[in-house]
Antibody
Framework: QVQVVESGGGVVQPGRSLRLSCAAS????????MHWVRQAPGKGLEWVAV????????FYADSVKGRFTLSRDNSKNTLYLQMNSLGPEDTAVYYC??????????WGQGTLVTVSS | EIVMTQSPATLSVSPGERATLSCRAS??????LAWYQQKPGQAPRLLIY???TRATGFPARFSGSGSGTEFTLTISSLQSEDFAVYYC????????FGQGTKVEI
């Protein structure tokens, strides 16, 4: 079945960096755009970024533009989110999700990122 | 940015009752509107897409309607497993979510 599994979350100090990974299975990863969506504790959902199926295009929410970078390795069926200059406002569960056309379809279980000193 | 506004924030209903959730877009999103269901401690799950198409695995008591700027999610007869937070999301122009409606007993 279609599955995405996030990893790499944890506690990080303000100003530091963290890289999240998302391992995909059960579908043709190299044909699918992929998204990251985050959810701060007790809050709603916020779209973060999307990368095209081949990695040639990336788009970011204004709140993370210039600090976060998406990449993918289609040979490993893996998506990455490099997060730099992290602040307390980035504390959230980060969900990786598969896109079907422009629809965000299948979500992973998420990985928690806590930015705290 | 297209702003999505959901109402009410919380909906208190009893099992077996009908629930009607609303979602309004700040500008037209055509039918590019999805609903997601999120239960505590779980990831969101796609419930409705293209405003009215039910996703795999959800029963017929869930239905979506609307186009343009006004959308509705209806749960015809609430079951215990339906108590959750429901988010609408537009995917017509980038991606933005509503703030969610919590359906509670």
């Amino acid at each position: 079945q279609v599955q995405v599994v996030e990893s790499g979350g944890g506690v990080v100090q303000p100003g530091r960096s963290l890289r999240l990974s998302c391992a995909a299975s059960g579908f043709t990863f190299s044909s699918s755009a992929m998204h990251w969506v985050r959810q701060a504790p007790g809050k709603g959902l916020e779209w973060v970024a999307v990368i095209s199926y081949d990695g040639s295009n990336e788009f970011y929410a204004d709140s993370v533009k210039g600090r976060f970078t998406l990449s993918r390795d289609n040979s490993k069926n893996t998506l990455y989110l490099q997060m730099n200059s992290l602040g307390p406002e980035d504390t959230a569960v980060y969900y990786c999700a598969r896109a079907v056309n422009t629809l965000i379809e299948t979500w992973g279980q998420g990985t928690l990122v806590t930015v705290s000193s | 940015e297209i702003v999505m506004t959901q109402s009410p924030a919380t909906l208190s209903v009893s099992p077996g009752e009908r629930a009607t959730l609303s979602c309004r877009a700040s500008q037209s999103v055509s039918s590019n509107l999805a609903w997601y269901q999120q239960k505590p401690g779980q990831a969101p799950r796609l419930l409705i897409y293209s405003a009215s198409t039910r996703a795999t695995g959800f029963p017929a008591r869930f239905s979506g309607s609307g186009s343009g700027t006004e959308f509705t999610l209806t749960i015809s007869s609430l079951q215990s497993e339906d108590f959750a937070v429901y988010y609408c999301q537009q995917y017509n122009n980038w991606w933005t979510f509503g703030q969610g409606t919590k359906v509670e007993i």
